[in-house]
């Protein structure tokens, strides 16, 4: 490590975010005395980043001038080794110069040909250049990194079989199977809904009154089957039932609560009768009132105030609200707690 190299790397300007982070690791790596020649997993490991977006910053910093790539040779087993990068503070570093010049040793120096030396020239002396160990060059030279010396078209020039190596998969935001699930149930309820409508009273092209139209209306009817636990069949036949005495479709669903709730209460006189071990029918709307005492009916609306579910104001009135109190079902703070006066 080298401060001095680091803050070098600190004082360029002009670069990307990840580029210079590129050029502050390398810098974290070179040493004084040795250099700077971290493998390409070192670095992507350091800044976080996959081998071929590594490869594409130090393109960007060596076009800039920053550093210069000098590919290494081991000359016995003439494998790749890690490249050596010559930064831009180091006295031997000079830009990268893709262009050949045999002044660098980049290149082959041309062969100028003329009409009295052509003949004496044999074609195989053009750029013959024997095999040298020390840089593994010569002819039918093998890729020594162990790859295809030819471009791929994947990966361009890049010898990295599999460049991107740090994968990332952004997770979905919802799963697939709910997401359909929960569209399938809205189509659901709006077949309902526009059942329950018609049977209302409501043409199925008329403009519906405030009340009845948007998600608040439908969120209430939602109430009536997650509160009251009544189904959409139980739902659908209790309107068809208020028809007969309110034949004019209803202005909104909140005046239908009491009507729901006494279908619920119906229901619940039912089921405990058939859990008695009592086969009977569900109460007919004219029969609900007689068997049911005061007590009765103050104990069925008291566990209903005292539940934390949805409570339709229109539901409790005040002979209901009294019997409650002097039995001592339930208390004043929780009935202004549930908005019964």
Request: hydrophobic share 35%; charged share 30%; proline share 9%.
């Amino acid at each position: 490590m080298s401060h001095d190299a680091t803050n070098w790397a600190i004082q360029r300007r002009g670069l990307k975010p990840t580029t210079k982070i590129v050029l502050w690791h390398l810098c974290d790596r070179f040493n004084p005395d040795y250099g700077c020649f971290p493998s390409q997993d070192r670095l992507a490991h350091d800044c976080e980043i996959s081998r071929s977006t590594l490869n594409e910053h130090l393109d960007r910093l060596e076009a800039e001038k920053l550093l210069r790539r000098v590919p290494r040779i081991d000359p016995v087993t003439k494998r790749q080794l890690p490249t050596r990068y010559i930064l831009g503070f180091e006295e031997s570093f000079t830009p990268h110069d893709p262009k050949p010049c045999p002044e660098t040793g980049h290149g082959f120096s041309p062969v100028v040909y003329d009409a009295e030396t052509a003949p004496e020239i044999a074609p195989s002396a053009v750029n013959s250049v024997e095999p040298c160990p020390e840089i593994a060059h010569g002819n039918l030279q093998e890729a020594v990194s162990g790859f295809c010396h030819n471009p791929c078209p994947e990966n361009a020039e890049s010898r990295v079989r599999n460049p991107d190596t740090n994968l990332v998969r952004e997770p979905l935001s919802k799963p697939v199977k709910e997401e359909e699930d929960a569209q399938a149930r809205d189509i659901d309820f709006d077949r309902f809904f526009a059942e329950l409508l018609t049977a209302l009273g409501f043409a199925a092209n008329a403009a519906l009154p405030a009340w009845w139209q948007g998600s608040p209306a439908r969120l209430h009817v939602r109430r009536w089957i997650k509160d009251l636990g009544l189904t959409e069949d139980r739902i659908i036949e209790t309107a068809t039932e208020t028809r007969s005495d309110h034949p004019n479709p209803p202005d909104g669903p909140k005046a239908l609560d009491r009507f729901m709730a006494r279908a619920a209460q119906r229901d619940a006189i039912a089921a405990t009768a058939n859990a008695n071990g009592k086969k009977t029918k569900r109460p007919s709307k004219g029969e609900v009132k007689l068997p049911l005492s005061d007590d009765e009916k103050a104990a069925f609306y008291a566990k209903m105030v005292n539940a934390d579910g949805y409570l339709p104001q229109s539901v409790i009135s005040n002979t209901i609200r009294d019997a409650m109190l002097a039995r001592g079902l339930v208390t004043p703070e929780r009935l202004r707690q549930r908005g019964v006066r």
